[in-house]
């Protein structure tokens, strides 16, 4: 069966770091999307980041492009999302999330590709 497990929040103060694990099992490696999600309370859940073994593809919400990097260790199964100039609004609640049909992050994105989702990992942000 398919599992996923982010972790690697924190609380960390604005300017600071943090790098976000997934690590996934029970699919194939060449033929996954890991998406990176986040909600905050009384907000609606928005795409971060996704990165797609299919096609190569890379997603970066506006909010992150320039700070943020997305990448894999396909050996140990884990995708990372190093967060850099941490914000107060980066506050929220980080959850990864897989389609593991083969699609694009387009499709995983904007087309609710996504069919498996971990539990979150919490990210706080001091100003």
């Known amino acids: 069966d398919v599992q996923l497990q982010a972790s690697g929040g924190g609380l960390v103060q604005a300017g600071g770091s943090l790098r976000l694990s997934c690590a996934a099992s029970?699919?194939?490696?060449?033929?996954?999307?890991i998406g990176w999600f986040r909600q905050a309370p009384g907000k609606e859940r928005e795409a971060v980041s996704c990165?797609?073994?299919?096609?190569?593809?890379?997603f970066y919400a506006d909010s992150v492009r320039g700070r943020s990097t997305i990448s894999s260790d396909n050996a140990k199964k884990t995708v990372y999302l190093q967060m850099n100039s941490l914000e107060p609004e980066d506050t929220a609640v980080y959850y990864c999330?897989?389609?593991?049909?083969?699609?694009?992050?387009?499709?995983?994105?904007?087309?609710?590709?996504?069919?498996?989702w971990g539990k979150g990992t919490q990210v706080t942000v001091s100003s």
């Open positions: 999330a897989a389609d593991t049909d083969g699609s694009s992050c387009y499709v995983a994105v904007y087309l609710n590709g996504i069919n498996y």
């Open positions: 990165l797609s073994s299919s096609d190569g593809s890379t």
């Open positions: 029970g699919f194939n490696d060449d033929n996954y999307a």
